[in-house]
């Protein structure tokens, strides 16, 4: 299913249609040989993996770890008895052998033969165990939003700097075939002539505004489990639904801005060249005020916003003047359209989602007749640019549920399913492996993980206020 607010319909040039699948062909071969050097590159043995978080979120990552070249998961850690169990037994039926399970970290800190750790533990613990293994001479792969505060992401980098280990955030777009063509459509450049015709952002002319969401429909409360004897109370937690439900609460984690809207607002940063000048924006609990469990029995009040509304200016870092204003929405009361990124220029719009990357021409505007001719010429990279670079002629009309057939000056220039052909998380975690075998780490740095948690965090005080933060230089500086 294709989602967004006007991708439903679509017509292609046969011409044009052949010469991006060839594109997206050759550049889907080149993901994979790179992909494969990073499993070779450096690697005597695999780095044996320990998984500190055994939830959803962290079994995901258990199932896409043990596909790694470079990395061979030899323990699991949860302080949850059903959450340790279900890991075991996946991990158990894939080595065809017992792994090793403790319920404290600190056992696994302790640990000679553990090389790398997967932090998947709620936000607010992962700048004190990042920094513990850090400090061990473990690498660490920490799920996003990097943490809580400020002072604990900035204590993380510094650990990494001083460690001289390897630390990479979670926000897997940057890992994304998808997403790293997305970022050269937007910026690649390659010829004089062309610098000089598209002197802001490449393809999409002078970039000026962008939005983005993340529509879900659900409280984000975890079901009941039926193990109530579970006392998770010397663990830090109060209840078993502070338990479940961490993302909810302060003491735990950092509300759907660091679940959700910090994925996008690193993506912000990493296509507009660093982070933004001003936020503002309104959130509030509007629609979980008051909740019940499945008795009638209130449950503890939600401490975070179920809906967020935030806009954004970042300097035109392009043209060097001005600045790309941009949207951004986190729902938890309707999911429409769910989640994407639209990023919009004085000559057409770069759309991403789920299903791929779709490009809409503005009427009217058109590239050099040299410059089109040298791109035709190209190949690679280049040839997709070739193919998606011509003008459509005539304005486009944006999709709507009831003229369907108008949404048809849209062409899809990135497949989801050629770009991708293993999860996103897959990727992260091979630059993991990648960055522990070479040296060179890859993904989400550290640095740009600060930035964006230093953004998400002021930006959900910022909306909760109701007020406008300016970020100064000095605030991204570690």
């Known amino acids: 299913m294709v989602h967004g607010p006007f991708i439903q319909t679509r017509r292609a040039d046969p011409a044009t249609s052949a010469a991006v699948t060839a594109a997206i062909a050759a550049a889907a071969e080149r993901v994979a040989a790179a992909q494969d050097d990073q499993g070779r590159a450096g690697v005597d043995r695999p780095a044996c993996l320990a998984v500190i978080g055994c939830g959803v979120q962290g079994l995901w990552l258990l199932s896409n770890a043990v596909r790694v070249p470079g990395l061979a998961v030899t323990t699991l850690c949860d302080i949850w008895p059903r959450n340790l169990g279900r890991a075991r037994a996946f991990l158990k039926g894939w080595l065809g052998s017992e792994p090793k399970a403790v319920a404290d970290w600190r056992q696994v800190l302790d640990d000679k033969s553990v090389d790398a750790v997967i932090l998947a533990v709620p936000d607010a613990l992962h700048a004190d165990l990042a920094c513990a293994f850090l400090k061990a001479g473990k690498h660490v792969y920490c799920e996003a939003m990097m943490a809580t505060t400020i002072e604990g992401a900035r204590r993380m980098v510094l650990a990494a700097r001083e460690s001289k280990r390897v630390l990479q955030i979670g926000h897997q777009r940057r890992s994304s075939p998808l997403y790293q063509l997305a970022y050269e459509f937007l910026h690649l450049k390659e010829t004089a002539e062309e610098k000089a015709v598209c002197p802001h952002w490449a393809h999409i002319g002078r970039l000026t505004h962008a939005r983005v969401q993340f529509n879900r429909n659900g409280s984000g409360r975890v079901p009941a489990d039926p193990e109530s004897d579970f006392d998770c109370r010397p663990w830090g937690y109060e209840t078993m639904v502070h338990l479940r439900d961490w993302r909810l609460y302060r003491k735990h984690g950092g509300g759907w801005m660091a679940e959700l809207g910090s994925h996008q607002i690193d993506t912000l940063n990493w296509m507009l060249g660093g982070p933004p000048a001003m936020v503002m924006g309104s959130a509030a609990i509007d629609h979980y005020a008051h909740e019940t469990d499945a008795a009638g029995i ?50 057409g719009t770069l759309f991403l989602c789920g299903d791929g990357g779709w490009v809409y021409r503005e009427e009217g505007k058109t590239i050099s007749a040299k410059v089109e001719e040298e791109k035709k010429k190209a190949k690679g990279k280049s040839q997709l640019l070739a193919a998606v670079g011509r003008t459509l002629r005539g304005g486009g009309v944006l999709d709507t549920l009831q003229k369907r057939e108008q949404g048809r000056r849209l062409e899809q220039v990135m497949d989801r399913e050629a770009l991708l052909t293993k999860p996103e998380h897959r990727y992260a975690l091979e630059d993991f492996a990648h960055g522990i075998a070479t040296g060179q780490p890859a993904g989400c740095t550290p640095e740009a993980a600060f930035a964006t948690t230093v953004v998400c965090i002021r930006a959900g005080e910022a909306a909760l206020r109701g007020e406008r933060v300016d970020f100064k230089p000095e605030d991204f500086k570690v």
């Open 298 to 347: 209130p449950l503890p009040p939600r401490e975070w916003c179920d809906s967020i509304l935030t806009m954004l200016e970042y300097p035109d870092r392009a043209a060097g003047r001005g600045m790309v204003r941009v949207q951004q929405q986190i729902l938890t009361t309707n999911g429409f359209d769910e989640m994407y990124e639209q990023f919009m220029g004085d000559e």
